[in-house]
């Protein structure tokens, strides 16, 4: 525990960096927000040209709270590991951070912590407040299942942890590639396509089936299916098996890759 | 004038040269743009999979439809006066994320040409073809593929007068952009606002009859960005919505003439960071 303890002051500033730029963070909210807004309605003019009530499983409702939960578990478990640490590479700032007596990856996980905190205290009850309000008015009752609820909140972390070192891994990139705009970009469209942000893995058929097994459902398809309580018991505890399983991997990859990476690294200056 | 011109073309030639020496940041940043369309439109074509046409209903009554070909026109229609605005006036943006919050604005105002189009032209953003070669590959292959029945409603005559307004769409983003960023003349930061503003364009590239009362006026009254899409694209298809035509210059040109309004009290308002 004590080991841990000297990144506190990690987390603090990331909370206080959280602080400071909250109303920047809300107007960004907003607009990244209109995307779901755009598919409500979307879905909407799907739901009323298809003949049946369901698609694929999903009811429009289920598709809905899909939309938004979705949005929520994407915000809250998104990790900009990559950019902050390609960009010190780039730079050579980062040799600030290796003459330090700690670990390189924990004081940018106890920083982004921080941020975490506040992104989550902001957003997580306006949107799950929306959604179950959405929910009771559609079905008369109320549909919030707090276990399930609990469950999620367990698998959303864990998929963070996955985002975190899968980030942190990608970030290394950058000594090879020297570009982060584009690969950023590049490695977004990818992931919100595979994990499941875009649309549910469920209507890929045969595809969409294998993708429920690789890291990127773990990062986005599981809390959300786990908050819509599509999953029995034995499936939950499969897909948080599978979920530890990824933290663990990404975990050692982004070990490995770091000091193949320290290896190379040449900063001129300082 | 002729300066203007002249000096925009100097810095375009400067972007090319840069754009030669950064042959990678320039690939990585266009596969980027190209990937997240093709993102959105693999995520159209699973939807439109499972059902005929994209179906506007009122008490169950079918009132209007769109097939995947027409939206898919629409969508690449889209990406056209966006792609352009990106292309040419992408350095807008700096502006309330980090120029006036550093006190970087000081630049501009000793030159002697209006801040304001020094601003717009300075950077010339090839990670726009991205934007614009799909958009384009999108409305010639929607085209090409269109059942004839549905074909056979386009007059080719009509290009005309779309392609007399698409200048004016551009100029509704670019105003939306100068606006926004101009608040940061007061604010020191107000990228964020530009963003949430921008975002709204999302709602442009599909019908707009599918949204409520609300949304549809928004975008096509306020954050007019349904002028920059749905209602070209579809005038362009079927004859329909002639009215947006001359309703898109005349928004266009009150934006236009709010957000330089903005922009000038906001220049006014300027305080160097003083470093």
Redesign the interface.
Known sequence: MSKLRKYTPFTRAGIMESVTYR???L??L???I??C??MF??W???F???SGET??GFSYDNMVVYLFISFLSGYITYSDGSYAIGKEILDGSVVMRMIKPIDFDMCFLFQELGNKIISFSLIFLPITAGVEIYRFVINGRLMLDIPMLLLFLVSMVLAYGINFYFNLSYGFLAFF???L??????K???V??LSGA??PLA??GGFGYVLQFLPFASLSYTPVMIYMGMYGAKKIIFYLGLQVFWLVIFALISKLVLKLAMKRLVVHGG | MRKYFKLHRIFIAQDLKKLMEYKVDFLMGAIGFVLVQAVKILTLGIIFASIPALAYKVNGQVVDSWTFNEVLFIYGFSLIPKGIDHLLFDNLWGMGYWVVAKGDFDKYLTRPVNSWFYVLTEKFCVDAFGDLFVGIVLVVYSVLSMPADIAANINWFRLIPVAFVIPFAVMIYTSVKTATAAISFWTKRSGHITHMCYMTNEFASYPAKIYNNVVKTIITYILPFALTAYYPAIYLLRGESVWSLPVTIGVSAVLFFISQLVWKLGEKAYESAGS
């Open positions: 109303a920047n963070f107007f960004f907003l607009g990244e209109m995307k807004f755009v309605f979307v909407k003019a799907v009323d040209s298809s698609l694929f590639l020297k570009n705009w584009g690969t950023d970009i590049i977004g469209a990818v919100d396509f875009t649309i209507f890929m």
